[in-house]
């Protein structure tokens, strides 16, 4: 597989069509919203790492100091998905998405 490219376009995570995932984070939007860390499985199955809310997607995938523990907890290859935020009303529902997500999935790494 081309590690440049998404596994998918789109992947539905607590209902929310979030853009990805990708396996490099350079595909990843420098805007806001919250992305999704996964643990993504030869057969391409995933679970969910940790998930955040950040003013740059990108740079929050890039630089987080998580990093260390999305490595030990992943079987797989770690990879990242988004759920962009483009106006005022995305920004408010941040937190119940977030909320939602972590209740779902409850990823080991995180608050």
């Known amino acids: 597989m081309d590690a440049s490219r998404a596994i998918s ?44 809310i950040a003013d740059d997607v990108r740079a929050a995938v890039e630089k987080n100091d998580r990093r260390p523990h999305w490595q ?3 079987r797989g290859t770690l990879a990242a998905a988004a759920l962009y935020s483009y106006r005022q009303a995305d920004w408010d529902n941040e937190p119940f ?6 209740r779902q999935y409850r990823p080991p790494c995180g608050p």
């Open 9 to 52: 376009s789109v992947v539905n995570i607590a209902g929310y069509d979030f853009s990805g995932p990708f396996l490099m984070s350079k595909h990843l939007h420098t805007m806001r919203g919250i992305y999704v860390i996964l643990d993504v499985l030869p057969d391409e199955s995933w679970t969910v790492i940790d998930v955040g």
């Open 72 to 74: 030990e907890h992943s």
């Open 97 to 102: 998405i977030h909320g939602k997500v972590w």
